[in-house]
């Protein structure tokens, strides 16, 4: 089966359930702050919710780096199901906490367990998948993250027919049964490799460590991709954690509402822009070698309005206009972060490379969150949404001024 022509869209399909359920579970505590404030009532101000979403932010930067690593000298595989299994064994656990020390820790180790995900996932695509269906693999799989960024929404809905407790305990039984069936049809893509791979990380371990992380922080290009990955994360993380708050205030409508509204909207647009941005990525690359840039800045770009919009709007038109044009430009982003580090990062490290692009993107993000729960307390959440449109364009520029890959799959010998 590994080596048939559709095991490789297997593998997509496979990880775009892990990737549903990596962002479903942590995007549900953003809508549930109604419900749950009534017993736990730490959760009343918006500056400790702030707190409980960004410890996550914090830790998850903090190990992403290390999850890339480990990825590059373990089987991607095995370290995908330990960190399914243990993220939704504590969504599940969420369900019986008391207090708010209790549900900080566990949101703590939540971000462990959750960032192994990601830097072992995306590079065992980008294995699987060569230049001419890389960028659309990705974008199908980042899809996954949209979906479970939408159903995250629906936390409130099920909290406010049910409880909270049993939301947690739905989305995380759900992730551990999952795990069993990643086991039985997830594969690595080389036995052998992995073989040598585990061999010469036993006898060699710190050079390799110390190779790769001088390979990667004496090379120009991947400091510029660091920073075009950082800036705008700053609106993505925002959105995906204060947008219901915005819809619930701008709109004046219940959070039971705004939190699907919002996340349906952001992840229906974003599924558009991965999968545009994926096909006008692949098609162009093989054209014109900065094509997957040209595609990313295009979605970039499509922030920059939609943030002012975003923030100003205080009509139904106006605001959700403006989230969908934001998530399709940022799905467009998202669908070509990993096909661009492959033009200038060798694929021995490029699950480190991931892991430090998530720490930089989630630092930013668990700033901005704190950030933005602090403003949404002094009544300025809108306005600070909007000036994030500056910044973005920044980063815009100077992506377009230096990122000039040479290649389409950078080797290193």
Same mark, same amino acid.
């Given at each position: ?80 199901? +330990?960190? !399914? #299994?243990?993220?939704? @064994? ?5 369900? $019986? ?7 900080? *820790? ?107 992380? +001088?390979? !990667? #922080?004496?090379?120009? @290009? ?5 920073? $075009? ?7 993505? *993380? ?31 647009s974003s599924f558009i822009g991965v999968i545009i941005g994926g096909i006008l990525s692949d098609r162009w690359v093989q054209k014109n070698l900065r094509g997957r840039i040209y595609t990313s800045a295009i979605g970039l770009g499509l ?49 480190? @490379? ?60």
């Open positions: 089966m590994i080596e048939s022509k559709k095991y490789p869209w297997i593998v997509v399909g496979l990880l775009w359930v892990v990737a549903l359920l990596n962002y479903m579970d942590r995007q549900m505590l953003s809508t549930m702050k109604p419900s749950m404030m009534v017993d736990i009532i730490e959760l009343q101000t918006a500056t400790n919710f702030g707190r409980l979403m960004a410890v996550f932010l914090w830790i998850y930067g903090c190990m992403s780096p290390v999850a890339g690593m480990i990825a590059d000298r373990v089987s991607k595989k095995w370290l995908i199901i +330990g960190s !399914l #299994f243990v993220w939704s @064994a504590v969504t599940f656990s969420m369900g $019986y906490a008391k207090t708010f020390d209790q549900l900080y *820790w566990l949101r703590a180790i939540m971000g462990v367990s959750e960032a192994l995900y990601i830097p072992a996932g995306l590079a065992l695509i980008a294995e699987f998948h060569d230049s001419k269906t890389r960028s659309l693999a990705v974008g199908i799989h980042m899809t996954g993250l949209y979906m479970g960024q939408a159903l995250g929404g629906f936390g409130a809905t099920i909290a406010h027919n049910f409880s909270w407790q049993a939301a947690f305990h739905s989305f995380g039984l759900i992730g551990v049964v999952y795990s069993v069936v990643l086991i039985i049809f997830l594969r690595d893509k080389k036995t052998e490799t992995l073989h040598a791979v585990n061999e010469n990380a036993k006898t060699n371990k710190n050079t390799n460590l110390l190779k790769g992380l +001088g390979l !990667l #922080f004496t090379n120009i @290009a991947f400091w510029i991709i660091l920073f $075009y990955f950082a800036i705008p994360s700053l609106p993505g *993380w925002g959105v995906k954690n204060w947008l219901p708050t915005l819809f619930a205030e701008n709109l004046n409508i219940d959070m039971a509402k705004a939190g699907p509204l919002s996340t349906i909207t952001i992840a229906a922030t920059i309005p939609a943030l002012l919009f975003i923030g100003f709007g205080h009509s139904l038109l106006a605001v959700i206009g403006a989230a969908f044009c934001f998530g399709f430009g940022f799905g467009m982003f998202d669908a070509n972060n990993m096909p661009i580090l492959c033009q200038f990062v060798s694929k021995k490290y490029r699950a480190t @490379a991931y892991g430090l692009m998530n720490m930089v993107g989630v630092f930013a993000g668990a700033f901005i969150t704190d950030l933005l729960g602090k403003s949404t307390d002094a009544g300025n959440l809108g306005k600070d949404f909007a000036m994030l449109a500056g910044i973005v364009a920044v980063a815009l520029i100077i992506q377009l001024s230096f990122l000039k890959p040479k290649t389409n799959d950078f080797v290193d010998n």
